[in-house]
């Protein structure tokens, strides 16, 4: 049976927290500061918001990778690209579904909120949307990008464990893909932007799916703590390592994901040693959080778009009480949709889920209660399910 790390489902629930946020209130923080001349202060902020994709990408790699590189599980191809199937499309069609009914809403409506959007509803853009890859940068939901990277690396997945099943994994390692990963990654970067090439360019997005350039050290990352017991020092040099290219990412700023893909990767070993940190995010609302985030990152940017168009029926444009409304309701609006995508689609997917059958988060509180109180026996719990993932730094949103 599968190990199941309680903490690493709450950490997913709050990278999805990080997302949301990002998509929310970021913009508009970052618009302020960077008035007041703060600009490094916004830089940092927004980067830092919006990093939740670089956390699922190393949970990614740590969750679906262990189960083969400890035990040395063979890897039953047909069966594996099955069980991702089934974990991933699904539950995308519904939240495509739902999207695309925002958007013909939106624009057989209009307001002069849908006015000003370049959306177009048809049953074709619907189908080329249903297999995740996008070839033209069109949306129907701006966060859906980086999922096509996840489903890559999910692709690249059983080569890796082909790859390394033999491998003794040591520190070395770690250091080693890093290096070689990032390298790669900044002279292709360099030499792709230079060259004007229409497939990639770091100053702008040109197409989505070449974003996979940017990310490979966050996966590589999540494969070696999947391969090999870290201790808190390598955690550490982790840390220090991706605050350095944090700082750096000012001047050049595609290291922002291999630097915070570090310092989430030796978050990540610092959990395994620290019980009461641990603990914290065992918590049954962390988990319960963290098994609704592949819903609440599938749905909570078409649930901005229908939020902001509502209420710009009733305002005549960006007010106060446009922006109250928007921004006052949108973090309940969000988790209330993503909770009923989970509860009638994903739930019949994901195995191993401990908060199944509890729609509302105070169910679990109340569970959480009786735990403290010693009414209910110690924990249980399963399978964790794999994460999804956040816009990068062209992709702006501003309701």
């Known amino acids: 049976m599968k190990q199941r790390f309680h903490f690493l489902d709450g950490l997913r629930g709050i990278a999805a927290l990080m997302i949301v946020v990002h998509h929310c209130f970021t913009a508009n923080i970052v618009s302020v500061l960077e008035k007041m001349g703060l600009k490094p202060l916004a830089f940092f902020i927004s980067n830092f918001t919006q990093s939740g994709v670089e956390m699922f990408f190393v949970l990614s790699g740590v969750v679906l990778l262990r189960p083969y590189l400890r035990s040395g599980r063979k890897i039953d191809l047909r069966d594996f690209y099955f069980r991702r199937f089934k974990r991933i499309y699904p539950t995308y069609w519904g939240a495509l579904l739902f999207g695309a009914g925002v958007i013909w809403l939106m624009m057989s409506f209009p307001t002069w909120y849908s006015k000003s959007m370049l959306f177009e509803f048809s049953a074709k853009e619907i189908f080329d949307e249903a297999a995740i890859f996008n070839f033209d ?60 090439s229409s497939i990639y360019s770091y100053n702008e997005v040109i197409l989505t799916l070449f974003k996979f350039i940017d990310y490979p050290v966050c996966f590589a990352l999540g494969v070696y703590i999947a391969g090999y017991d870290s201790d808190k020092n390598q955690a550490t040099a982790f840390i220090v390592a991706g605050c350095a290219l944090l700082l750096a990412s000012y001047f050049y700023l595609p290291f922002v994901h291999p630097g915070y893909g570090l310092c989430y990767a030796g978050f990540i070993i610092f959990l395994f040693h620290d019980g009461r940190l641990k603990r914290l995010f065992e918590r049954p609302l962390f988990i319960w959080l963290g098994e609704r985030s592949y819903s609440l990152f599938l749905t909570h940017f078409s649930v901005l778009y229908l939020l902001n168009f509502i209420v710009s029926n009733i305002t005549p444009g960006r007010n106060l009480v446009y922006g109250a409304l928007t921004r006052g309701l949108a973090f309940p609006a969000c988790l209330f949709v993503a909770m009923l995508l989970f509860h009638f689609v994903e739930r019949r997917y994901a195995k191993g889920l401990q908060t199944a059958n509890a729609f509302w988060p105070w169910q679990v509180l109340r569970t959480e209660t009786a735990e403290e109180t010693e009414v209910l026996p110690p924990r249980w719990y399963g399978t964790t399910p794999e994460p999804a993932s956040r816009p990068t730094f062209s992709l702006k949103y501003r309701g």
């Open 137 to 196: 940068n069109h949306y129907y939901n701006l966060a859906w990008w980086s999922l096509q990277l996840e489903v890559l690396f999910y692709a690249l997945a059983p080569a890796i464990v082909l790859l390394l099943a033999k491998t003794q994994f040591k520190r070395r390692t770690a250091w080693a893909w890093t290096v070689t990963l990032l390298t790669s990654a900044t002279v292709l970067q360099v030499y792709l932007t230079s060259t004007g």
